[in-house]
């Protein structure tokens, strides 16, 4: 029976897609010897980072020093399963893997949790959830660069999860790098104290490996096993019974719904019958496991390990993130869940083709099975059909989303202008969100019903060179920023830290694509959020011959109107088609025009043909063109239809 059960995992490796389907092994690899993954010790730890620093290149070689891969010196971004994290070279999605390592002076082997988080601020919320299951976290900071701005969030995140961090001084074999600065940016920006031995950065170099077996010590000698785990005794269930916390989830079409548990106490079984305290409902449980990397089944997961538990749960909705299993029977106490994620960025996703609509909507309820920070509401327009409004936690998560799209689906789409929620009081003391521009009250309701209107703010904090110290003011004063903190002396002899505090809706556009290249590259920002403050804000409309087009609206700062309005009517005129009549565009705010323009009609010379005469002869021929003109106007066929080519070129973000 073994050989067509692996037959059939291979079978199932090659026809379905690894990113949506992961092939499930019940023996690991063919010759191995089978090990007892229930009666080892355990760690779980995760690699926190600011992006570039290294992250996914330290993860190849953790696994490859412990002989869970095979030993090769290129880049292979196991953990990096998705086309777009190993095309951008990020990490977007957070991943599990166990390995086993044999310390110098114990009996037994250790199971080491590896939980691979992403490095953007975008995804701070995979960093969040994999940190609130770990007991430690390595703290990778490239020795060239020092702490950058991400690397502080990563860190006060960490912080938040009470795990012990381990700082990690990458690339320290190139001659740029520069350990003591580095150390002295950990002492005075994070606040750790380098010079306990507990606290120490260790050295390495993950492209070489060189120092990466000291990681390894540094994670057992520096955390211990949950408490009051008894080794063997997978019976043992522990004073509290059973719980296990649900920290992600993904749908196998073949096997349903698949949980990634950290158990916090007691042990379960193959056959065992769990409740989740979220829903009440309850579950059989079919197959457990763990990766390593490839899952692998095991008959017992027990406290202190995180791994996959498949149920007959049939929906992704009832895997609650932050959710507590317990054993049938049992009264325990349910461990803190997650804060439910808040999109910050909204934005409509619609076919360019109005008939492939149901084929993208089953591709995005696909996707955003797989990725429970996505909202999703169904949204109609006049000028683009049936489409979605989706949030996000922000533009890169929004892009990544857009190209796996593409990729994975094959999906030709149109995404309107970002845009971030907007609240709303009015004068009877009620709120509104306004995540759509077509929501949000115009000048004349303003007037009469609406009290306050208010944007999302964020505090920024970004670190630069000294010497693009100007460039960086100029451009958050641009972007309406307020100063709020400026600091030379904590980041070294070369760089600055500053903080802003900057409307939210300024830099889901193009602020981090000026700030890379007025910077040269060198600059990093991250932000948190900072509520809501009162704002001057103005919806700006679109008329094209006289026609809404509510596509194209947009919630922007009174200031920036008539800039936008401008530029926005230019690219209307150079987008539309000329007509055999003139068509005038125009960008309104309530009843006044900020911007117009005209498309000049398709004229047809009937006087070409006429030589000499009286003038009235030529009056003649161009009264019945007017006349002519004027009726196609009036009829159907005189409404100008803008075609979805001229929104792709308006809207689509990566043609600008």
């Known amino acids: 029976m073994a050989r067509p059960m692996r037959f059939f995992a291979a079978a199932l490796r090659l026809s379905v897609r690894p990113v949506h389907v992961r092939a499930f092994s019940t023996g690991g690899v063919r010759g191995a010897p089978k090990i007892a993954y229930d009666e080892l010790e355990t760690r779980t730890f995760s690699i926190i980072a600011h992006i570039d620093h290294g992250k996914s290149t330290l993860a190849d070689r953790l696994l490859e020093i412990t002989d869970t891969i095979p030993r090769d010196s290129a880049n292979r971004q196991v953990l990096d399963r998705l086309k777009v994290e190993r095309e951008r070279g990020i990490t977007v999605k957070s991943q599990a893997v166990s390995m086993l390592h044999q310390p110098a002076g114990r009996d037994a082997p250790l199971l080491l949790n590896l939980i691979d988080t992403p490095g953007h601020v975008d995804f701070s919320y995979e960093v969040s959830r994999s940190l609130s299951v770990c007991q430690s976290a390595l703290l990778v900071v490239d020795a060239t660069q020092g702490v950058q701005a991400q690397s502080i969030s990563v860190f ?11 700082p990690v001084l990458n690339k320290s074999d190139l ?11 950990l002492r005075d920006i994070l606040g750790i104290d380098t010079s306990l031995p507990e606290n120490a950065p260790l050295l390495i170099s993950a492209k070489t490996g060189a120092g990466v077996d000291t990681v390894l010590d540094a994670i057992v000698a520096r955390t211990s096993a949950p408490p009051g785990v008894v080794h063997g ?28 548990v950290s158990i916090s106490d007691g042990a379960v079984r193959k056959g065992d019958t769990v409740v989740s305290h979220h829903t009440g409902k309850r579950y059989e449980v079919l197959d457990l496991g763990i990766n390593n990397p490839e899952p692998c089944s095991t008959p017992v997961l027990r406290k202190g390990q995180v791994g996959w538990m498949i149920t007959n749960m049939k929906d992704t909705a009832e895997a609650s993130i932050g959710d507590t299993f317990f054993r049938l029977g049992e ?16 934005a409509g996703i619609f076919p360019t083709d109005k008939s492939d609509f149901l084929k993208l909507e089953d591709a995005i309820q696909r996707l955003a099975i797989n990725d429970r920070s996505i909202t999703m509401q169904k949204e109609s327009m006049h000028t683009l059909g049936q489409g979605y409004r989706l949030g996000f936690l922000g533009t890169l998560h929004l892009d990544v989303f857009r190209q796996r799209l593409e990729d994975e689906y094959g ?7 970002p845009t971030v929620p907007y609240r709303v009081t009015f004068k009877d003391g009620t709120h509104r969100l306004c995540p759509n521009p077509v929501d949000f009250p115009d000048e004349a309701e303003r007037k ?13 904090f970004l670190v630069c060179p ?11 004063a641009e972007h309406r920023g307020e100063p709020l903190e400026m600091d030379f002396s904590t980041m070294g002899q070369s760089q600055v830290h500053m903080q802003y505090r900057l409307p939210l809706a300024e830099i889901v556009t193009d602020f981090f694509d000026k700030l890379k290249s007025r910077s040269s590259g060198f600059a990093s920002f991250d932000y948190e959020d900072g509520g809501y403050g009162p704002s001057d804000l103005v919806k700006l409309r679109f008329l094209v011959a006289a026609t809404p087009v509510d596509a194209l609206e947009l919630v922007l700062h009174r200031s920036k109107a008539q800039y936008f309005a401008r530029q926005w009517v230019q690219k209307l005129k150079e987008a539309i088609p000329r007509q055999q009549f003139e068509i005038k565009i125009q960008a309104c705010v309530g009843s006044k025009v900020l911007a117009s323009e005209t498309q000049s009609a398709y004229r047809k010379d009937v006087t070409a043909g006429l030589y000499g005469g009286h003038y009235e002869r030529k009056l003649k021929h161009l009264n019945k063109q007017k006349e002519g003109k004027k009726r196609l106007r009036s009829m159907s066929l005189g409404r100008v239809q803008v075609p979805h080519s001229a929104f792709l070129k308006i809207l689509d973000t990566r043609q600008k």
């Open 411 to 417: 999906h030709e789409i149109l995404v309107t202008t």
């Open 233 to 260: 005794d997978v019976s043992a269930r522990g004073p509290k019974g059973l719980r296990a916390l649900v920290f992600d989830s993904w749908y196998d079409q073949y096997r349903g719904v698949i949980a990634l």
């Open 448 to 460: 009469t019903h609406v009290q306050s209107v208010e944007e999302p703010f964020v505090t920024g």
């Open 156 to 166: 006060k995140i960490a912080q938040q999860c009470g795990v012990t961090v381990i």
């Open 175 to 185: 001659p740029a790098a520069d350990p003591e600065r580095c150390t002295a940016q």
């Open 331 to 346: 009264k325990v106490e349910p461990l803190p869940g997650f804060r439910p994620t808040v999109p910050t960025v909204f």
């Open 466 to 476: 000294e010497e693009y110290t100007g460039a960086m003011m100029d451009l958050c």
